[in-house]
Structures are given as structure tokens and as C-alpha cells.
């Protein structure tokens, strides 16, 4: 079991460092939108679907860790925090990533309407589509947040075997851990 929860250690911190940096860099080309340029609205709402999709993959990140004894604990509040962060996150991915299935009233929260598709809002600082709301503040919040519990988690994992990037090579790793 310890060294199941090391390696998923790794794993998620690994992972988090990707989603982290990704959520930054859509965040600065959202931020910078040039809306009369060719493609500019188009890359706008790419770049915040880009962006919901490694939140929820940092939240997965979390939610996953959550699952080994030596992290729970701290997990599930960091999940609670992140939910309260970004409270539409779920449904809003879960509304984007399945409109099939919403478009034919078979997705998985009923109230939702094909509409909220169609009517959707996205610019510079914020993306919404009638099931929910995200912001740039509090995307990049959700993010640090994810990050700070990977962080307060080391010394755990330190504990359990996990070896960082530094003390295995005595230097830092590219990503910065």
C-alpha cells in the first residue's frame, strides 16, 4: 500500500505540474485575446475549454491521491476547497464534454437545457455557458491551490520513500520540482 500511494504521489505531482503550467499559459493568451484578429474569438473559446479540462484534470489529480490512506485526509478537504473555488467546474465540463448526450435530454443532470449550449459567454476574463461559470482569477486560484496541496503533502511522501527530482540527481528538475 505505501508504495502504491509513493508512486501515485509522483504521479499526480508530475501530472499537476503539466496542468498547472497549461491553465497559466491559457490564462496569459486569454488575458492577451486580440478579438479582431483572424481566428481571435475562435482561439478564445478554444484556450477555456483547454482550460476547464486540466482543471478538472488537476482536480482528478487530488481526487486521486485521496484514495491512499497517507493523503485522504487532506485530499478531501483540498477537494472541498477546490469545489469551493470553482463550484460549477463539474457540471460545466460535464455540460461541454457531453453535449451529445444533453442534446438529446439524456445527460446526467436534467435541468441542464440544450440552450445552455448555444448561449454561452467568453472573453478575457471569464468563460460561462448557463450551467456555470470560470473565471481567470479563480482558475488560476483552483491551480495554486491544487499545487499547494502537492506541496504540503511532500514531507509525507518524503516519509513514505518518494524522492524528488533533487534529491535523487542533486539538482532541480526543468518543470521546477
Given amino acids: 500500500m505505501l508504495l502504491d500511494a509513493v508512486s501515485a504521489y509522483g504521479r499526480a505531482r508530475r501530472l499537476a505540474s503539466r ?12 488575458r492577451n485575446i486580440d478579438a ?18 486540466f482543471l ?24 472541498a476547497e477546490f469545489d469551493t473555488v470553482l463550484p460549477s467546474l463539474i457540471d460545466l465540463r460535464d455540460f461541454e464534454e457531453h453535449f451529445d448526450d ?11 437545457e440544450w440552450g445552455h449550449l448555444e ?3 467568453f472573453g478575457a476574463k471569464e468563460f460561462s455557458n448557463g450551467v456555470g461559470t470560470v473565471s481567470c ?6 491551480a495554486r491551490l491544487v499545487w499547494g496541496i502537492l506541496i504540503d503533502l511532500e514531507p509525507t511522501a518524503k516519509k513514505l ?5 533533487d534529491d535523487r540527481f542533486g539538482r532541480k528538475a526543468a518543470s521546477g520540482e
Avoid at 496542468?19 to 486569454?30: T, W
Avoid at 489529480?61 to 478537504?77: H, I, N, Q
Avoid at 482569477?137 to 483552483?142: L, Y
Wanted: with cysteine; aromatic share 16%; proline share 1%.
Fill in 102 to 112: 444533453y442534446s438529446t435530454n439524456r445527460g446526467r443532470n436534467a435541468s441542464f
Fill in 19 to 30: 496542468y498547472c503550467y497549461g491553465v497559466q499559459q491559457h490564462i496569459e493568451r486569454i
Fill in 137 to 142: 482569477s479563480s482558475a488560476e486560484d483552483a
Fill in 119 to 121: 448561449t454561452y459567454f
Fill in 161 to 165: 520513500g518518494w524522492l524528488s527530482w
Fill in 56 to 79: 478538472m484534470r488537476l482536480r482528478r489529480c487530488v481526487g486521486y491521491l485521496s484514495r491512499f490512506d497517507p493523503f485522504r485526509t487532506a485530499c478531501e478537504k483540498g477537494l
Fill in 36 to 53: 479582431e484578429a483572424d481566428w481571435g474569438q475562435l482561439q478564445n473559446k478554444n484556450d477555456w475549454e483547454i482550460v476547464t479540462i
